[in-house]
């Protein structure tokens, strides 16, 4: 009996130890720039961990440093914890092996810290928005009834793609509309998801968000990722989805607590905003070499009385936000773009979720005109080069733009800033179509290919944008800024630099009651 209950004791101590080795075990591995010197490493596991600890060296056989947190955290519907460890006092522009505790694996992980302000050594990014979970919950090779653009059996898709090419790019930028997780709702109503209930919604939405964080993590455990607010992060419905053939318009209401408000995205990421003076992953900026690199929210806290897309009383009946102080977005970003030091970092780079010159109906749900209203002054005033969107599943590549006019130097030193939207990157619903004909303003568009944007930084003085086709890895379009980029003197930009002149807004600024323009 007695050598019984020892055998019992000694199988339940590797029963338990088995179910902590499980459940402790690192998933949806994620890196993100922290400062010039530092790394945020994050992981999800599916227990609490008191300490999350990441291990780290120069030598892939060494990882003799180590840094903790007491980061670990979750919200009500989640089957995971999110921990976060940052990394200081790094060496910039530093190839470092990683691990992480109670790993399965033996062989490290990398990352290399960014290139300083001021290093104007040519390199690579890519952009990415609106990519979702691809396969049986998201983009595979058939839809429900009413989604479109399936893949071609053994078509590449993005993710694949972003994999095919990670060792040509620094980073990977992600500008909103993360994982689709909301629209499982829609994938139930259109027969993909069949049978799934209300009541199992909030489990698929989790099992949407941990495949599509796995599936990143190849691409993400190797290259920092840096993501901005969409609107497909506020909720857990699409945004009021309605199924028509049983006559009901579902509403944020059927959220689970902790499926709205950008709840899984704030627990998911820890982007640099205390680096850089932001607002958690809402916005933020860093630098990279000779590029300034600011992540803007359209989806909350445009402020100037205007109410954001996604937030109480917007058109995408979120109901998220607002998530600081009215005007606290525009006087940070006036601030942050006044303090470009553009001897070192001449190039600044701005992503922001939804489009404002994009070829599509007047419709309040694709064009963000209180976001041209907000950012667009401020764009021009600080002699932002590119502005980055999405949203719009489609891309668009326009002419450096203000006030509706293209730039008459084009992309010959231009005075306006460029404006380019890829959408395009793929997930459940496809591609949209775009309104023809296209824009006076619009200079290349497509809306038949699923892709990525690639950035090349070739001197101080000229940017390539390239579209990446995901399904067989050539250019789709190519385009080069050729920028002057004074940096002493009168004549720099449009010379305002200083607190905006809101009066200055094409419309006259905000209604005085605040409000959607459509
Ligand atoms: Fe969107």
């Given at each position: 009996m007695a050598i019984f209950k020892t055998l019992a004791f000694a199988l339940s101590l590797a029963t338990a130890a088995l179910a902590a080795t499980n459940g402790t075990t690192p998933m949806q591995i994620r890196l993100a720039y922290a400062g010039p010197t530092g790394m945020m490493v994050s992981w999800n596991t599916y227990e609490k961990l008191d300490s999350p600890t990441v291990y780290y060296g120069a030598e892939q056989n060494s990882l003799t440093h180590s840094a903790s947190s007491s980061v670990s955290v979750t919200y009500q519907t989640s089957t995971t914890y999110n921990n976060h460890v940052k990394i200081s006092g790094l060496r910039p522009n530093t190839k470092y092996f990683y691990n992480l505790e109670y790993t399965n694996t033996t062989t490290p992980y990398s990352f290399s810290t960014p290139r300083v302000a001021g290093d104007h050594t040519p390199y690579v990014t890519a952009v990415v928005v609106d990519l979702g979970t691809m396969g049986r919950d998201g983009l595979t090779t058939f839809v429900g009834k009413g989604a479109a653009s399936p893949l071609a059996p053994g078509e590449t898709n993005t993710i694949q793609s972003l994999q095919n090419f990670q060792d040509q790019f620094e980073f990977l930028m992600h500008d909103g509309d993360i994982a689709y997780a909301d629209y499982w709702l829609k994938e139930e109503i259109q027969g993909f998801l069949a049978n799934t209930t209300i009541a199992e919604g909030a489990a698929v939405y989790e099992r949407i968000l941990n495949d599509f964080y796995d599936q990143m993590t190849e691409v993400t455990s190797l290259k920092p990722y840096m993501v901005g607010p969409g609107n497909?992060?506020?909720?857990?419905d699409n945004g009021g989805t309605k199924d028509k053939a049983k006559n009901i318009s579902y509403t944020v209401d059927i959220c689970m607590p902790g499926q709205t408000n950008f709840t899984g995205y704030r627990n998911h990421f820890r982007m640099p905003s205390a680096e850089s003076g932001g607002v958690e992953n809402f916005w933020y900026s860093y630098d990279y070499g000779m590029t300034h690199y600011v992540q803007i929210d359209t989806e909350t806290d445009l402020g100037h009385g205007f109410i954001a897309p996604d937030e109480p009383g917007g058109p995408e009946k979120e109901d998220s936000g607002p998530f600081a102080l009215m005007n606290q977005q525009t006087d940070w970003l006036a601030a942050d773009l006044a303090a470009v030091n553009r001897a070192k970092t001449p190039w600044i780079v701005v992503a922001g979720h939804r489009p404002w010159y994009i070829s599509v109906a007047n419709a309040s749900s694709d064009v963000c005109w209180v976001c041209k209203d907000v950012f667009e002054p401020i764009f021009l005033n600080y002699s932002v080069d590119l502005v980055l969107s999405g949203h719009v599943h489609a891309y668009e590549r326009n002419a450096p733009m203000f006030n509706n006019q293209p730039d008459p130097n084009e992309l010959n030193n231009p005075t306006f800033p460029w404006y380019i939207t890829n959408g395009a990157a793929g997930h459940y619903d496809g591609l949209d179509t775009l309104d023809r004909p296209f824009q006076n303003y619009s200079r290349y568009a497509q809306d038949s290919a699923y892709g990525w944007s690639r950035l090349s930084f070739h001197n101080s003085t000229h940017l390539t944008q390239d579209f990446i086709a995901s399904s067989n890895g050539t250019v789709l379009d190519s385009a080069t800024l050729y920028k002057e980029h004074k940096v002493s003197g009168e004549g720099y930009g449009n010379g305002h630099h200083g607190k905006p002149n809101w009066p200055m807004w094409p419309h006259g600024g905000p209604p005085a009651s605040g409000g959607w323009k459509v």
């Open positions: 497909h992060e506020a909720n857990c």
